[in-house]
């Protein structure tokens, strides 16, 4: 057998933290080990300057250690390295000085924490074995970040102890590294084999060649792919090949809806009937997989959290040993049998993977993005897949942004009073500070800085890290108490990082609450140097129009990658009509022009029996239509025969029915729904739940019997991420231009652009609505093999301001009015049938 030579890196505080965890999860700490490490730099070089002399200060330490796998089949080369806090002579003793910094009182802590001696007896070994000591000291440093009081352990190892138990921590760890050696082999093999899964598509093979480049070169590439071009299995298909390359050691898929993370299991899923060995997984939200109702991640109310650190590793390496796919199903599985959290295991499991298929939280969001991945700012070699990336530009707004409400200073300050004054107090000085900004507030001002803010929320933040530490336990509103906390703390980070890409107001929600905002108005900035730091990100959409707005905006580089690809479908197939005599300014928002927008619907639908959705700019305008138009009225008349027919094509669960009666009722109360002449409506909700939505969706049949109308909003549930394919979705009319509704915060964002790139009105209102309104469009014509007409009801659909932003296959485009319209239909249709 031919020896095979791998070799791997790994510090000494991952080789400890990782192989020697123990304890439980447990959400009720104020602080983290993360947030003393950010916070105790300066406490570090304090401590060593104050050392006495012949104390070495960040001494960098190494050492390779070779081991052989049981079967010799493999010889692994582990360098292991890491920096001592401090060197110095102690008692006539060579003593290692390993510092921690930590927000707990010191009087708590009776004993070194054994992953932090850990780490020290790791260097007392290195630096014995090479300076041939016979004994070595190490020295546990403990300083409290806000007293700086400070408490040390000393303890003595002969290097024969410390070198015995060092090479047991390294063969615990060479074992996973093993096991990663011979599954990666594997799947290379298979990927040295693989071909892609289908004929191209016109313009597919030079799209995939343009990813496999760009990972190659290591850049971004932006690509504007209309639906139909296969652009989930245009991009991973390149990207696995690289992984097998070695060009990448991971793929991150990063999506918004959950429909999107579907699709990209379903291609990976597909390449493995293929014969490809590759694993994923996907994050799932931990409210959607936790065990309990409602998540608590402390040992007092979860069974799995006492010991999750204990156990997780073997858990880990049980499902990794003996299963080569890994889904929802077996992580449950798995974390059951082991009795570990499911959703901190799925963390775990990631890092030992060949792909994570996840929401943008996990790769941007500073508050949830993967500490184990992205901690540290530097380069890596991971790929970035962003699906619809179009969706990032508003997420990424909000992840950088932060708020607070006055009022809830005053009602979190009732519920601890009888618990801290200390903490009563410092919520008292808060609400002060923020009346100051109210009193001068009569409905939105603009802010230079909230510097008086910052200073009292960072005392009261304190305040309340000593109060949680002091309950730990339950109290009465402990739920709201915890959420007034971390929004003080996440406004506190965001303040810390504001520069010119921000803005800060204050104004008052529809409740009333006064409330102050810190405002990212483009995060490019923060996008940039997260996706700079990648070995490729890829970004794709269906609307990624015009590609400069999206790429300037999404934290591209001049000199990235920026392609259209073609669309596949027939433009014979696809029927896009403007009717110009129609609009939904606000200036002509009345009954009359309402009307006529009525009679569009009413013509459009009765050309063909099938299945029709109407997207409106807004719930307020659905409503308005419906309600000016006697024709859409009296298709209000047969209820109880709507809701047989509705019941008929639903499960028939009790959730599911009450739903069904629901909308029944509340579109009768409205005088909106129902059935006449064969024509049914159902009108989307503001509220529905996922259930609800997929009982919407599911009245939307093949082959109809009758025709089904589907009222909804645009940029909602059932505007992008769903396919309707064949006859399921005939057609759609989209009424409005999509703009967002004029407001402060709009308002902010024109001036700001205004300002910046004298194109405030297309950043702020015709960007974000011709997106909408592409996305809307978009679920006409799904496949090949679909066929379907589109009718945009706005004259200024007809302005070259608007038309330029069409995308390719949206020519060429017919105006018409409500008579040709019919013509035009009746035409098309009769030239399919």
């Known amino acids: 057998m031919t020896e095979e030579n791998i070799t791997a890196s790994v510090s000494v505080r991952n ?112 630096y014995g074995t090479d300076e041939g000591l016979e004994n070595v000291g190490v020295q546990m440093t403990y300083c409290n970040l806000e007293s700086e009081e400070i408490k040390r352990f000393n303890k003595s190892f002969t290097l024969k102890e410390l070198r015995e138990w060092f090479d047991g921590v390294v063969k615990e760890y060479a074992k996973w590294l093993f096991w990663e050696s011979d599954w990666k082999k594997k799947r290379n ?131 990794l040993t003996h299963e080569e796919e890994i889904n929802r199903d077996l992580i449950l599985q798995y974390a059951e049998k082991h009795c570990v959290c499911p959703f901190e295991m ?54 950088y942004s932060a708020e607070l409400l006055k009022e809830k200073f005053l009602s979190v300050k009732k519920l601890v009073a009888p618990l801290s004054k200390k903490l009563e107090k410092q919520l008292d000085a808060c609400n002060k500070s923020a009346l100051s900004f109210k009193r001068e507030c009569d409905d939105f001002t603009v802010w230079e800085n909230v510097d008086d803010l910052y200073n009292i929320l960072l005392r009261a933040c304190s305040a309340f890290e000593d109060f949680l530490d002091n309950y730990p336990g339950g109290f009465e509103g402990r739920d709201e108490v ?73 934290g591209g580089n001049e000199d990235d990658y920026a392609i259209y690809a073609p669309s596949p479908f027939s433009s014979e197939k696809r029927l896009v009509m403007i009717g110009r005599d129609v609009s939904t300014r606000y200036s002509r928002r009345t009954k009359e022009e309402y009307s006529k927008v009525a009679d569009y619907i009413e013509a459009f639908v009765k050309a063909k029996k099938g299945n029709y959705m109407v997207f409106f700019s807004s719930y307020k305008m659905m409503e308005d239509v419906l309600a000016a138009s006697d024709s859409l009225q009296e298709w209000c008349a047969e209820n109880e025969d709507c809701k047989e027919d509705i019941k008929k094509k639903e499960k028939k669960d009790e959730k599911e029915d009450s739903f069904i009666n629901e909308i029944i009722d509340q579109n009768n109360k409205s005088g909106f729904s129902n059935r006449q002449n064969d024509i049914r409506v159902i009108v989307q909700r503001r509220d529905m739940t996922e259930t609800e939505k997929e009982a919407f969706l599911d009245m939307f049949t093949e082959n109809p019997d009758s025709t089904l109308v589907g009222f909804t909003v ?118 399919f049938l």
């Open 15 to 126: 080789l400890v933290e990782f192989i020697l965890r123990s304890g439980d999860i447990d959400n009720t700490k104020a602080h983290t080990d993360t947030d003393a490490m950010q916070e105790g730099a300066r406490i570090h070089r304090k401590i060593q300057k104050s050392m006495p002399a012949g104390y070495k200060a960040e001494v960098p330490l190494k050492t390779v250690v070779v081991l052989e796998k049981e079967d010799k089949s493999c010889v692994l080369d582990l360098t292991i390295e890491g920096r001592a806090d401090g060197i110095y002579t102690l008692n006539q003793e060579l003593t290692i000085d390993e510092i921690k910094s930590t927000y707990l009182s010191l009087e708590h802590i009776t004993e070194p924490v054994p992953v932090h001696e850990a780490q020290a007896k790791c260097y007392a070994c290195i």
């Open 189 to 319: 093999e298979t990927i040295k084999n693989l071909k892609f899964p289908f004929p191209y598509r016109p313009g597919q093979r030079e799209l995939v060649g343009n990813v496999y480049k760009t990972i190659a070169r290591g850049r971004k590439l932006f690509i504007e792919a209309p639906t139909g071009v296969g652009k989930t299995i245009s991009t991973v298909f390149p990207a696995v090949w690289s992984i097998g390359e070695g060009k990448a050691s991971k793929i991150f898929y990063l999506t918004a809806k959950t429909i999107a993370r579907t699709v990209a299991e379903d291609t990976f899923a597909l390449l493995g009937k293929d014969g490809l060995k590759f694993r994923y997984v996907t994050l799932t939200a931990k409210e959607k997989i936790c065990i309990l109702d409602k998540p608590e991640c402390n040992p007092g109310a979860c069974p799995r959290a006492k010991g999750h650190e204990d156990r997780v590793n073997a858990c880990v390496f049980d499902l």
């Open 346 to 399: 799925s963390l775990d499991v990631s890092l030992w993977t060949d792909a994570i298929v996840c929401d943008y939280n996990y790769a941007f969001d500073p508050e949830a993005s993967l500490k184990r991945f992205f901690a540290e700012d530097k380069k890596n070699d991971y790929i970035f897949l962003i699906d619809e990336a179009h969706n990032l530009l508003e997420r990424a707004r909000d992840m």
């Open 482 to 554: 915890l959420d007034l906390f971390f929004d003080m703390r996440r406004f506190a980070k965001v303040y810390e990082g504001i520069d010119d890409s921000y803005r800060i107001y204050t104004d008052y929600t529809e409740k009333g609450f006064f409330r102050i905002k810190l405002l990212c108005m483009e995060p490019a900035s923060i996008l940039k140097k997260i996706t700079d730091n990648t070995r490729s990100t890829v970004m794709f959409s269906a609307t990624l129009l015009p590609m400069n707005y999206y790429k300037e905006q999404l």
């Open 714 to 831: 645009m940029g909602g549930a059932f505007s992008e991420g769903i396919d309707l394919t064949g006859d399921r979705l005939t057609g759609a009319v989209i009424v409005g231009c999509g703009l967002p509704m004029v407001g402060n915060e709009k308002e902010l964002f024109k001036y700001y652009f205004d300002e910046r790139c004298g194109a405030g009105f297309e950043y702020a209102y015709l960007y974000p609505g011709m997106n909408k309104v592409m996305q809307s469009a978009g679920r006409v014509i799904r496949t090949v093999e679909d066929v379907g007409a589109i009718l945009l009801l706005d004259d200024r659909f007809c302005n070259p301001k608007y038309t330029e932003l069409f995308p390719r296959e949206w020519f060429p485009y017919v105006t018409v009015n409500v008579n040709t319209m019919k013509d035009r239909l009746k035409e098309f249709y009769e030239h």
